[in-house]
């Protein structure tokens, strides 16, 4: 008589809710208005503020570029707070069996770090590296806007990783801002050199002029006015 084999049947069981961390991506798309506002900002700052901007137009790209700033600060605090963190609890949900029926349940667990990244944010993440490096030693704009938004695709394929994101817009933001601000108030002070080519003197001669000039203004205001010379 042949022995009765036991029969299992492999049924699939879904999470209720998810159990990990929204990654980067998923929190831009539950805020898609807002942050497609955000990259407008980025897009007008470097289009106005692109080549040897001048004028109304670097002043505008100034201004663009602290609201952007401005605006990466702001949402990255917000990602941090409202970005959905790791379930507590797991909630599984499954065809129901017969009555008698076992039911065997197999878990299986990753290291907190690939559940967090996985090797394919890593691999895309050197691979940016590499392209900011070989567009910085050959000075190649191209080459480092490429391997700057793979870095950002990097960081937003990491679970929470969207305060990260904007964290990192703030330090690149700056980087492109800081510059620009600083070159616009030595544009506003003409070098020695321009005026002397103008005047048809020396640059020494204009040094001079420049402090008999200063001497005759604090004589005629006197020492109570607060004027005081300049080097």
């Given at each position: 008589?042949?022995?009765?084999?036991?029969?299992?049947?492999?049924?699939?069981a879904e999470l209720?809710?998810?159990?990990?961390?929204?990654?980067?991506?998923?929190?831009?798309?539950?805020?898609?208005?807002?942050?497609?506002?955000?990259?407008?900002?980025?897009?007008?700052?470097?289009?106005?503020?692109?080549?040897?901007?001048?004028?109304?137009?670097?002043?505008?790209?100034?201004?663009?570029?602290?609201?952007?700033?401005?605006?990466?600060?702001?949402?990255?605090?917000?990602?941090?707070?409202?970005?959905?963190?790791?379930?507590?609890?797991?909630?599984?949900?499954?065809?129901?069996?017969?009555?008698?029926?076992?039911?065997?349940?197999?878990?299986?667990?990753?290291?907190?770090?690939?559940?967090?990244?996985?090797?394919?944010?890593?691999?895309?993440?050197?691979?940016g590296v590499a392209?900011?490096?070989?567009?910085?030693?050959?000075?190649?704009?191209?080459?480092?806007?490429?391997?700057?938004?793979?870095?950002?695709?990097?960081f937003l394929s990491?679970?929470?990783?969207?305060?990260?994101?904007?964290?990192?817009?703030?330090?690149?933001?700056?980087?492109?801002?800081?510059?620009?601000?600083?070159?616009?108030?030595?544009?506003?002070?003409?070098?020695?050199?321009?005026?002397?080519?103008?005047?048809?003197?020396?640059?020494?001669?204009?040094?001079?002029?420049?402090?008999?000039?200063?001497?005759?203004?604090?004589?005629?205001?006197?020492?109570?006015?607060?004027?005081?010379?300049?080097?």
């Open positions: 008589m042949a022995k009765p084999t036991e029969s299992k049947r492999v049924i699939s209720v809710r998810p159990a990990l961390a929204e990654s980067g991506w998923e929190w831009l798309a539950r805020h898609s208005r807002m942050v497609g506002g955000f990259f407008m900002l980025g897009i007008a700052a470097l289009t106005l503020g692109s080549g040897n901007a001048t004028g109304v137009r670097r002043v505008f790209a100034l201004l663009i570029g602290v609201a952007f700033i401005a605006t990466a600060a702001g949402l990255g605090l917000w990602a941090a707070t409202t970005s959905r963190g790791n379930a507590a609890v797991l909630e599984y949900a499954a065809p129901v069996v017969a009555a008698g029926s076992e039911v065997a349940v197999e878990l299986g667990n990753f290291p907190a770090w690939q559940a967090r990244t996985g090797w394919g944010m890593w691999l895309v993440f050197g691979l392209i900011v490096l070989r567009g910085w030693l050959f000075s190649d704009r191209w080459w480092k806007a490429c391997g700057l938004a793979m870095l950002a695709a990097s990491i679970r929470g990783g969207s305060g990260l994101f904007f964290g990192v817009a703030v330090l690149v933001g700056l980087a492109w801002w800081l510059p620009r601000i600083f070159q616009a108030f030595r544009d506003r002070r003409p070098p020695v050199a321009e005026a002397a080519a103008a005047m048809k003197r020396s640059a020494g001669a204009i040094h001079m002029l420049r402090a008999r000039a200063h001497d005759r203004l604090r004589e005629i205001l006197g020492p109570a006015s607060g004027f005081q010379t300049s080097s």
